[in-house]
């Protein structure tokens, strides 16, 4: 039997999704696995498979899918915010430091607040970053109160 469809998709993700819709998260997973390792390259197999893992609770294998499809596609902001997303659930802090300059550079303003909001409520901080990113982020975006009343908590 065939193991793609003619539009290059493997029938294995299409079977993952019929798994989805009778709930049966375990061949879900199964089958979006088997789906984005016949054809890793598409955005479709790798979303399967993401919503897969997330509703598995596997973080750490699903961080690395949501950091594929936001590279493969940065300007998606539902990639983005989950690639965000794990990136706090999974505590790596160094890359959400990095993803902060790479979000800036394409202003995406509400996923700035977030991280921002997000970093700032953490017990442990780099906080000559969280100056860095408040100053930038308020030179950037100088209306957003958010950002305002974090640097006014922040920045003296």
Do not use: M, W
Not at 13 to 28: G, H, P
Not at 44 to 64: C, G, P
């Amino acid at each position: 039997l065939p193991s793609l469809s003619s539009n290059t998709i493997p029938l294995d993700t299409y079977i993952s999704r019929y798994y989805f819709e009778e709930n049966d998260i375990k061949n879900a997973l199964k089958f979006s696995y088997s789906g984005y390792n016949l054809n890793p390259h598409l955005k479709y197999t790798k979303e399967q498979y993401l919503k897969a893992l997330l509703l598995n609770n596997e973080f750490n294998k699903a961080l690395e899918i949501s950091r594929k499809l936001f590279y493969q596609d940065s300007n998606n902001e539902v990639y983005a915010e989950t690639y965000l997303d794990l990136l706090f659930i999974n505590s790596k802090l160094i890359e959400v430091e990095e993803l902060f300059f790479n979000l800036l550079k394409s202003s995406k303003e509400n996923l700035i607040v977030k991280l921002l909001n997000y970093y700032s409520n953490l017990t442990v901080k780099n906080l000559d970053f969280l100056s860095e990113a408040l100053f930038q982020s308020a030179s950037q975006f100088p209306n957003n109160t958010s950002i305002q009343n974090l640097s006014k908590n922040y920045l003296k």
